[in-house]
């Protein structure tokens, strides 16, 4: 027998591993769904998948009585508006100040401490100034986005910046690039799949600032129907949502991951010359 | 003509150089061999600009060398000298888009189709035109070196500074690229100094051998005196025992050496 830390399971073993606990929790939770619906059929807290389709399709495919508006593609659509908006603003605020602190030291000497600082802010506690400041509309919810993301970015960044090593940045000078050129030619084109990177580990933070924004003060968006329909216990709404979410922030993972991969193959083939 | 006068470099009470004076003529090729940690590698940086002498002069036609590095010198450092997310060809070509393009740092249309010309030529010279779309990542490492060096070359540098450009390739790559370095550096008339912890390096390569060395040593206070240089030789005029003392000079560890003189 050989020792755990090198037994490696094949490939089709990998994957069945990796889809059991999915299986398990579904089967667990149909299960459990069935008694408590049998016990009492109106039971709201484990609804079958069949409610939830029902619920679903209502919000999905039918006009809402109210408004006549598709909720659940008025919903998504607004909450992916707020999110590309608040991660897109914070990319690029975050990207120029973690670019600027990284590679020129007088940037770095005034800024770099007041980054440091704001990003050790709770945003959530800025949310209250947020409101006040830019009313309870769209401004505020992507503010908080931004205020939660754009610090993470700017100080990843300028990690990234400082690692890249001091031969490359030498070497342009005695080519004769001017600091314009080292930044446009050398570092930007190096720290885009870092940007990316770093995107793609805010987005966990951006989806939490989002549903907590809208949960608060909103009219519309995924994180603000599942706050509004939690009063009536709508399990059968709240349940489909998350697992859209989920699917939607799966999908935007991906796509990042696949970009960067397509448009800088010598940052993952693990170039580093 | 690089002169060197009274040449000093502190670090606050830690000396590194003391009192160097030499003289080196356009077309030389100094190869600077030492322990490490005796001021080669200090005394490379400030031919480049990225350190000043403390006291003393280092004059590069009668003035003294700008405090940064510029194209007038090129370098070679052991690694990450090339642009990862460059292909070989546009690592060549950057060079001069920095020159023609101060604004974007890019050229396009005739301009850049001149610029590719001549980088090819260059490419064709170290022999890496089959590599001339990969990436630096796809190259072993002496083609990675190869283009360290094309890409220094196509800005007509007066003086080539190489920072053990071959310490990490094997014996057989290194001859090559000794060959290499010897026919570029007669055919672009260049001043070569070449840092190598390899002496047969020092004696098959160039005109001039320059070995650091410090002279005095204070046990209690390692850093009170600097490496000079202690042998300063012209290849192919040196005798056997010099070079078996320089060889035992060079391979002797620094705390062995004060241990083994104060007894």
């Not at chain 1, 970015?153 to 070497?171: G, N, S, V, W, Y």
């Amino acid at each position: 027998m050989k020792r755990l830390v090198n037994l490696t399971p094949s490939k089709p073993a990998r994957i069945l591993l990796g889809l059991l606990p999915f299986a398990l929790i579904l089967l667990i939770y149909v299960i459990a769904s069935d008694a408590r619906l049998e016990a009492n059929p109106s039971d709201k807290l484990l609804p079958s998948f069949e409610q939830m389709g029902d619920a679903i399709s209502r919000l999905a495919f039918e006009p809402s009585k109210r408004t006549g508006e598709y909720l659940f593609w008025q919903d998504t659509l607004s909450s992916l508006t707020r999110l590309g908006l608040g991660i897109g603003i914070a990319a690029f605020i975050g990207f120029t100040l973690g670019l600027l602190t990284g590679a020129l030291p007088t940037a770095y000497a005034p800024l770099a401490p007041l980054i440091t600082v704001i990003s050790l802010i709770p945003p959530m506690a800025l949310l209250p100034i947020l409101f006040i400041v830019f009313g309870l509309g769209e401004l505020s919810k992507i503010a908080l986005i931004i205020f939660g993301v754009a610090p993470f970015i700017a100080r990843d960044i300028q990690r990234c910046t400082l690692e890249i090593p001091r031969e490359q940045l030498i070497k342009a000078q005695t080519l004769g690039a001017s600091s314009w050129h080292i930044v446009w030619r050398v570092l930007v084109p190096q720290l885009m799949p870092r940007l990316i990177n770093a995107m793609r580990l805010s987005l966990g933070a951006g989806w939490l600032f989002l549903i907590a924004a809208e949960g608060i003060a909103s009219t519309d968006g995924l994180g603000y129907r599942i706050f509004l329909v939690r009063r009536y216990l709508s399990m059968d709404v709240i349940l489909p949502y998350v697992a859209w979410i989920t699917l939607l922030a799966f999908i935007i993972d991906w796509l990042l991951a696949k970009t960067s991969q397509l448009a800088f193959p010598w940052h993952h083939q693990g170039g580093k010359a | 003509m690089i002169e060197i006068k009274n040449l000093w470099k502190e670090y606050g009470d830690n000396v590194v150089l003391e009192d160097i004076s030499k003289t080196v003529n356009d077309g030389e090729f100094v190869t600077l061999v030492g322990t490490s940690g005796c001021g080669k590698s200090t005394f490379l940086k400030m031919l480049l600009g990225m350190e000043s002498p403390t006291r003393g002069q280092l004059l590069i036609d009668g003035q003294p060398i700008p405090d940064e590095p510029d194209q007038s010198r090129g370098i070679v450092f052991q690694q990450y000298s090339v642009f990862p997310h460059l292909s070989v060809l546009e690592n060549v070509m950057i060079a001069r888009e920095f020159e023609r393009a101060p604004l974007l740092g890019k050229l396009f249309g005739g301009r850049k189709k001149q610029v590719r010309e001549e980088a090819r030529a260059l490419l064709e010279k170290v022999g890496l035109t089959p590599a001339a779309d990969k990436y630096p990542h796809e190259l072993s490492g002496g083609m990675r070196q190869r283009l360290a060096i094309a890409q220094a070359l196509i800005r007509k540098p007066k003086v080539l500074l190489l920072d053990e450009p071959f310490g990490a390739l094997d014996p057989g790559i290194r001859a090559d690229m000794h060959q290499l370095i010897l026919e570029l550096w007669r055919e672009h008339n260049l001043t070569v100094f070449m840092v190598t912890h390899d002496l047969s390096e020092g004696f098959y390569l160039g005109t001039r051998l320059w070995v650091f060395d410090k002279v005095r040593h204070d046990p209690q206070a390692p850093g009170a005196w600097g490496a000079q240089i202690t042998y300063d030789l012209p290849v192919g005029e040196i005798p056997a025992d010099t070079l078996a003392k320089m060889q035992q000079q060079i391979n002797e560890p620094e705390d062995k050496k004060i241990t083994g003189e104060s007894a």
